[in-house]
Nanobody
C-alpha cells in the first residue's frame, strides 16, 4: 500500500497549485489533506469520502481550496487557489480504510496511511 503526494512548489500570493495523491494497493474510503507549518501542529485542510464524494474543509481554506477524486485513477486532488503566505506548509495526504464521519475527520489518529509530504511555499 502506498500513497504518493506531489504537486507542491513555490508560488506567489494569489496564485494556484494543484496537489495530487495517488493511492496504490487498495481502495480507501476517506482521504484527508493535512498540512504542517513550522512550529505548528498538523492540521486538516480538507477531506473527502470516496463513496459519495462528501467533502469537508477547514474554515481557513473554504472557498479557496477544492478537494476532488478520480475513481478511475484512484487519485485525490487538492486544488488550491488564491494562495496566501499563511498557506505555506508541508502538505500530507492521508487515507483511512473506514469511512470517517464528518465530525471526526480532523482526528489524525483515524487515518491509516500517510504519504510523504510535499512542500508548498507561498511568497508575499
Amino acid at each position: 500500500v502506498q500513497l504518493q503526494a506531489y504537486g507542491g512548489g513555490l508560488v506567489q500570493a494569489g496564485g494556484s497549485l494543484r496537489l495530487s495523491c495517488a493511492a496504490s494497493g487498495r481502495t480507501f474510503l476517506t482521504y484527508g489533506w493535512f498540512r504542517q507549518a513550522p512550529g505548528k501542529e498538523r492540521e486538516l485542510v480538507a477531506a473527502i469520502r470516496w463513496n459519495g464524494g462528501i467533502t469537508y474543509y477547514a474554515d481557513s481554506v473554504k472557498a479557496r481550496f477544492t478537494v476532488s477524486r478520480d475513481n478511475a485513477k484512484n487519485t485525490v486532488y487538492l486544488q488550491m487557489n488564491s494562495l496566501k503566505p499563511e498557506d505555506t506548509a508541508v502538505y500530507y495526504c492521508a487515507a483511512a480504510i473506514r469511512q470517517i464521519i464528518t465530525s471526526q475527520v480532523t482526528n489524525i489518529g483515524l487515518y491509516d496511511y500517510w504519504g510523504h509530504g510535499t512542500l508548498v511555499t507561498v511568497s508575499s
